[in-house]
Structure formats: C-alpha cells, structure tokens
T-cell receptor, first 114, second 109 residues
Framework: GAGVSQTPSNKVTEKGKYVELRCDPI?????LYWYRQSLGQGPEFLIY????????DSGLPNDRFFAVRPEGSVSTLKIQRTERGDSAVYLC????????????FGEGSRLTVL | AQRVTQPEKLLSVFKGAPVELKCNYS??????LFWYVQYSRQRLQLLLR??SRESIKGFTADLNKGETSFHLKKPFAQEEDSAMYYC???????????FGSGTKLNVKP
C-alpha cells in the first residue's frame, strides 16, 4: 500500500502569491496533521483533522494559513499572500485514529518564497 | 512553552561506542513519549514509543518521570544509525504531538 503522498515536492513562488499544498493520507486513516519544519528545527504543529473537521488549528501562525479536508481524506493547506518567512518544509502525517500514537509522514513539500 | 528539549544538535561517536541522545520534556499530564528517526533521503518514521517498552534496532528509551527525561540509548552504535533523531511528546487529551528540535547522530567508522 502507498504511504502518505504530498504534492508538490518542491514549490518556488514569489512573495505575495497564493500557494496550495496537497496531502493524500494512507487509506482509512482518520487523523491527519500538518506540520512545518524550518531549517535546523523540529516539526512544528500547525493543524489536526479528525475526519473532515479541523479538531485543532491552534498552530496556524496567522489567518493567511488555512487547511481543508472536505471528504475526510485528501487535505489541502492553503497559504495566501506568501511571505519569505513562510519558506519551510511542510509535512503531512496521518494515523489510523487518535489513539494509535503513531504518525505516518509524507516526504514533505518544500516551499521557497522569493 | 518548550515542551520537548533536545540539548544536542550534533552527536558524533565511533562505531561500536555507546550512544545516548538526550530528551527532556515538560508536560503536566500523563505523557506518551516517542522517538522518531529520519535517515538520509527518507521520510520521518517512528523508531519507538515508551509504552511498548521494546528495543528497536538495538535502541531503548526509558521514561523517567522524576527527571522528566526520555533518553535514547544504544550500547554499540553502528554506521547505519547515522540519522536525525527527534523526541516527541503526545499531548493526549488534545491529540497533539510536539517534537524536539532534533539531534543529528553521526557514527564514524
């Protein structure tokens, strides 16, 4: 079976542009997480979905960031009016349910804002 | 507030030497602790979790609630252990994982 898939793997954009990053979790995994990893840092929590709803979006840095998971499977992280400080690797992870305690990560989407 | 602290950014040891990667956490509830590993050009993956109390690839980690630590240990390091290691705590009530900043382990031949 396929693991967590993230597209694009690499995205270069200009300051002020809009960006979408996609995550396709492992089939049947109800929990989905977005993390951001800057150089030299560990993954930083952004948002957590249980099914279709965002159970916790407290990690989103500001209202330029938004994420959806309309059918409880694929999720899209949307960043408006990108800034240079948004440059990072965006990681998606999924787990079977909230109690398994194991996250399965994608390979990440590297975003560079020029 | 920093929930997971990994004080060493880089740890270099020779093959066959013991290795200990330090992790301290701050969490008021009953924590669940994990170690995740990222080998070169691979995705982040689970190495071990404290509730399993098992040894994976020769690594063990003991949760010390008194010292709020969860150090990762291996008695004899191998070159293939070279990787980035991240300690993580699960904030169970909210199902949020917090990761440390990571330690790069370099095992020299």
């Amino acid at each position: 079976g396929a693991g967590v898939s993230q597209t694009p793997s690499n995205k270069v954009t200009e300051k002020g542009k809009y960006v979408e990053l996609r995550c396709d979790p492992i089939s049947g995994h109800t929990a989905l997480y977005w993390y951001r990893q800057s150089l030299g840092q560990g993954p930083e929590f952004l948002i957590y979905f249980q099914g279709t709803g965002a159970a916790d979006d407290s990690g989103l840095p500001n209202d330029r960031f938004f994420a959806v998971r309309p059918e409880g499977s694929v999720s899209t992280l949307k960043i408006q009016r990108t800034e240079r400080g948004d440059s990072a690797v965006y990681l998606c992870a999924s787990s079977r349910d909230r109690d398994t305690g194991e996250l399965f990560f994608g390979e990440g989407s590297r975003l560079t804002v020029l | 507030a920093q929930r997971v602290t990994q004080p060493e950014k880089l740890l270099s040891v020779f093959k066959g030497a013991p290795v200990e990667l330090k992790c301290n956490y701050s969490y008021s509830g009953s924590p669940e602790l994990f170690w995740y590993v990222q080998y070169s050009r691979q995705r982040l993956q689970l190495l071990l979790r404290h509730i399993s109390r098992e040894s994976i690839k020769g690594f063990t980690a003991d949760l010390n609630k008194g010292e709020t630590s969860f150090h990762l240990k291996k008695p004899f390091a191998q070159e293939e252990d070279s990787a980035m290691y991240y300690c993580a705590v699960l904030e169970y009530n909210f199902n949020k994982f917090y990761f440390g900043s990571g330690t790069k382990l370099n095992v020299k031949p």
